[in-house]
């Protein structure tokens, strides 16, 4: 990528207003593609219902994940940076 990637947190708060769409909607694409990987689509399910119930991805990462995002997005970055 040529572009650093956005920070989760950056993305979750203000994804419609980044200046590239391209690499944010590539970056979550991967972001649930790690999560299938890594936890399994059950995952994937159980965080869309926490953010559905109004949590915020910090919350649902915790209760799902059992990590924060910091740590998620640590892994994930790195994950996605050896895809390239």
């Given amino acids: 990528m040529d572009q650093p990637l956005y920070r989760l947190a950056e993305m979750d708060i203000n994804f419609d207003n980044l200046p590239n769409q391209s690499l944010a909607y590539r970056q979550s694409y ?13 995952a994937i399910k159980a ?5 559905g119930k109004g ?6 990462f915790a209760e ?5 995002m910091e740590e998620f997005e640590q ?9 390239e």
């Avoid at 965080?47 to 953010?51: G, P, Q, T, V, Y």
């Avoid at 799902?64 to 924060?68: N, P, W, Y």
């Fill in 30 to 42: 991967l972001a649930v593609s790690y999560i299938a990987t890594e936890y399994g689509e059950d």
């Fill in 75 to 83: 892994n994930y970055c790195h994950w996605a940076l050896k895809l």
């Fill in 55 to 60: 949590n915020r991805m910090e919350k649902a």
């Fill in 64 to 68: 799902v994940l059992g990590l924060s």
């Fill in 47 to 51: 965080i869309l219902s926490s953010l």
